[in-house]
């Protein structure tokens, strides 16, 4: 290195550790942030978080410092909530203090705080709402909606009787399958499983929840000004989301030339008109192309990957139990029989099918940390004053491995979900969607897809592992934001 060039690096690091240091200062001064392990100048904690064992080192951490802690991801401060209790203070009783989105460097680079997931203040007030009325006006607890996904069910069988029981890796079945409903409601259109275009976007999606949970994805959101300089996949991460949006406003501009405002066909269609109502408004309405291309990529990525991720785990569990397969299938058999499909008026008769799905959702916990959460204000909670802007992960995990409300919580037992005589057993630290006013606002769509995907699959199929049961390996490939099953093969053998 130049002598000059090693100068200025040496300035930087000192510069930067007095700036850190001081910030670290004042922080200790004010003596009332919950408490955690002392940060290291730039690094913060992550030399102590190891990443391959984030949970792990986490799990001592909060152990260590009770239900609020405080942790330094790179420069930035986290607080993470441990436990129901704390959850429950801060994201209901509290909700409109822990409202607002946290930093996620790697996704505000591509949303640009547009959307709905990761925008704040009044835009994801007014974006929010808006979503939940359309979801609900095209039928989200409805029959049309039950109608699409019992026909997108219909389409998933025709897949799987394709493979002739010859072994298969379900994710491009599931993924188009989860996806396609979501389409339907924001397009008003499905797509063909061979369509090159919509398999491409798959792909997309698999591959950027897939980056997001590795090392690199962890390392952007750690030190994203640093990661910028450096090749590697957070890089086609963001590549990705764009040809997304891309895929999205070329079906937006598609829309223009067929739409009849008396009969707005799907989630876009309602958006253009709801444009148009406040096209007066200038600056202050929140209803532009940009809120609306990005607000239909976060329905699109929110509801692919999620509902298939948790459809092809299911499957991968129910390889390892076979009997609780076959106990499904005995309810299904007893309610729907083989006459018709499955409905969710059946759900109501199918305690153990219903047990089977919360213990999927509880037991693989696929958004252990929800996504960040942020206070409005310095806000005091508990003994502690968090100060305003301060990202907050709500540990959703800690809630549904709670050992006082599920004993055993390692284990995968549906009557965790039970009574003793077999109804089925409600509990409120079921949180894979979180809670209060952030909460998933597909949860109704998604619940719906689960029961019917899985009854309508096994009501046809008996689902068989390559391997040996007890050689299933039921932990994730990867651990952060997504906890993501291994990649596996199985047969589909007609009953
Ligand atoms: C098994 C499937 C799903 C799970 C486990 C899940 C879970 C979650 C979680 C944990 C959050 C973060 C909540 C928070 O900020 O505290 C979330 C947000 C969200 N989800 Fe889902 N989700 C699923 C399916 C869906 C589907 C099918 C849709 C499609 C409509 C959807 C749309 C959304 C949206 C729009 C948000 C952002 C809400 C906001 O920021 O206000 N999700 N989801
Ligand atoms: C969240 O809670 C789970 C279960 O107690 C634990 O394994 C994990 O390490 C915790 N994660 C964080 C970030 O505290
Ligand atoms: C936009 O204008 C309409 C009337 O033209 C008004 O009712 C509405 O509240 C305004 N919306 C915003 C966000 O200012």
Same mark, same amino acid.
């Given at each position: 290195?130049?002598?000059?060039?090693?100068?200025?690096?040496?300035?930087?690091?000192?510069? +930067?550790?007095?700036?850190?240091?001081?910030?670290?200062? +004042?922080?200790?001064?004010?003596?009332?942030?919950?408490?955690?392990?002392?940060?290291?100048?730039?690094?913060?904690?992550?030399?102590?978080?190891?990443?391959?064992?984030?949970?792990?080192?986490?799990?001592?951490?909060?152990?260590?410092?009770?239900?609020?802690?405080?942790?330094?991801?790179?420069?930035?401060?986290?607080?993470?909530?441990?436990?129901?209790?704390?959850?429950?203070?801060?994201?209901?009783?509290?909700?409109?203090?822990?409202?607002?989105?946290?930093?996620?460097?790697?996704?505000?680079?591509?949303?640009?705080?547009?959307?709905?997931?990761?925008?704040?203040?009044?835009?994801?007030?007014?974006?929010?709402?808006?979503?939940?009325?359309?979801?609900?006006?095209?039928?989200?607890?409805?029959?049309?909606?039950?109608?699409?996904?019992?026909?997108?069910?219909?389409?998933?069988?025709?897949?799987?009787?394709?493979?002739?029981?010859?072994?298969?890796?379900?994710?491009?079945?599931?993924?188009?399958?989860?996806?396609?409903?979501?389409?339907?409601?924001?397009?008003?259109?499905?797509?063909?499983?061979?369509?090159?275009?919509?398999?491409?976007?798959?792909?997309?999606?698999?591959?950027?929840?897939?980056?997001?949970?590795?090392?690199?994805?962890?390392?952007?959101?750690?030190?994203? +000004?640093?990661?910028?300089?450096?090749?590697?996949?957070?890089?086609?991460?963001?590549?990705?989301?764009?040809?997304?949006?891309?895929?999205?406003?070329?079906?937006?501009?598609?829309?223009?030339?067929?739409?009849?405002?008396?009969?707005?066909?799907?989630?876009?269609?309602?958006?253009?008109?709801?444009?148009?109502?406040?096209?007066?408004?200038?600056?202050?309405?929140?209803?532009?192309?940009?809120?609306?291309?990005?607000?239909? #990529?976060?329905?699109?990525?929110?509801?692919?990957?999620?509902?298939?991720?948790?459809?092809?785990?299911?499957?991968?569990?129910?390889?390892?139990?076979?009997?609780?397969?076959?106990?499904?299938?005995?309810?299904?058999?007893?309610?729907?029989?083989?006459?018709?499909?499955?409905?969710?008026?059946?759900?109501?008769?199918?305690?153990?099918?219903?047990?089977?799905?919360?213990?999927?959702?509880?037991?693989?916990?696929?958004?252990?940390?929800?996504?960040?959460?942020?206070?409005?204000?310095?806000?005091?909670?508990?003994?502690?004053?968090?100060?305003?802007?301060?990202?907050?992960?709500?540990?959703?995990?800690?809630?549904?491995?709670?050992?006082?409300?599920?004993?055993?919580?390692?284990?995968?037992?549906?009557?965790?979900?039970?009574?003793?005589?077999?109804?089925?057993?409600? +509990?409120?630290?079921?949180?894979?969607?979180?809670?209060?006013?952030?909460?998933?606002?597909?949860?109704?769509? #998604?619940?719906?897809?689960?029961?019917?995907?899985?009854?309508?699959?096994?009501?046809?199929?008996?689902?068989?592992?390559?391997?040996?049961?007890?050689?299933?390996?039921?932990?994730?490939?990867?651990?952060?934001?997504?906890?993501?099953?291994?990649?596996?093969?199985?047969?589909?053998?007609?009953?």
């Amino acid at each position: 290195m130049e002598p000059l060039g090693a100068v200025s690096v040496f300035l930087a690091i000192c510069i +930067s550790c007095l700036v850190f240091l001081a910030a670290w200062r +004042s922080t200790w001064a004010k003596g009332k942030l919950p408490p955690g392990p002392a940060p290291l100048p730039i690094l913060g904690n992550a030399l102590q978080l190891k990443i391959n064992h984030l949970s792990q080192t986490l799990q001592e951490l909060g152990e260590k410092y009770g239900p609020v802690f405080t942790l330094h991801f790179g420069a930035e401060r986290v607080v993470v909530l441990h436990g129901y209790e704390a959850i429950k203070e801060a994201l209901i009783d509290r909700g409109e203090e822990f409202v607002a989105r946290g930093r996620l460097p790697l996704a505000d680079k591509f949303s640009q705080g547009q959307g709905i997931l990761f925008s704040n203040g009044e835009r994801w007030k007014q974006l929010r709402r808006f979503t939940l009325t359309t979801l609900r006006n095209f039928g989200m607890g409805k029959k049309s909606i039950e109608e699409r996904i019992q026909e997108e069910a219909r389409y998933l069988l025709e897949k799987f009787q394709d493979t002739k029981g010859r072994p298969f890796e379900p994710t491009f079945l599931l993924s188009p399958a989860s996806s396609n409903i979501i389409c339907s409601i924001v397009f008003g259109t499905r797509y063909e499983y061979n369509n090159k275009k919509f398999m491409t976007l798959m792909n997309y999606f698999d591959d950027n929840f897939q980056v997001f949970s590795s090392p690199w994805g962890q390392l952007y959101n750690l030190f994203p +000004s640093f990661m910028e300089f450096i090749p590697g996949p957070h890089k086609r991460a963001c590549k990705n989301v764009e040809r997304v949006k891309e895929f999205v406003l070329e079906e937006i501009k598609a829309h223009e030339s067929d739409m009849d405002p008396s009969a707005p066909r799907d989630f876009i269609d309602c958006f253009r008109m709801k444009m148009d109502q406040e096209k007066h408004n200038g600056s202050s309405s929140e209803f532009t192309i940009d809120n609306l291309v990005m607000c239909a #990529a976060d329905l699109f990525a929110a509801g692919t990957e999620t509902t298939s991720s948790t459809l092809r785990y299911g499957f991968l569990i129910l390889l390892k139990y076979p009997a609780i397969q076959e106990k499904v299938q005995e309810e299904i058999d007893r309610v729907v029989g083989q006459a018709r499909p499955p409905c969710m008026v059946d759900r109501g008769q199918m305690p153990y099918t219903d047990a089977v799905i919360h213990e999927i959702q509880r037991f693989i916990s696929l958004i252990p940390l929800s996504l960040p959460h942020a206070v409005l204000r310095d806000t005091p909670f508990r003994q502690y004053i968090i100060p305003k802007g301060t990202t907050v992960f709500p540990n959703l995990s800690s809630v549904l491995y709670d050992c006082r409300e599920f004993p055993n919580p390692r284990e995968f037992d549906p009557r965790h979900f039970l009574h003793e005589d077999g109804r089925f057993r409600k +509990s409120d630290f079921f949180m894979p969607f979180s809670a209060g006013k952030r909460i998933c606002a597909g949860e109704g769509l #998604a619940r719906m897809e689960l029961f019917l995907f899985f009854t309508t699959i096994l009501q046809s199929f008996t689902l068989k592992p390559l391997v040996h049961p007890k050689d299933i390996d039921l932990t994730p490939q990867f651990s952060s934001i997504g906890n993501m099953p291994q990649s596996y093969q199985l047969c589909a053998l007609p009953r």
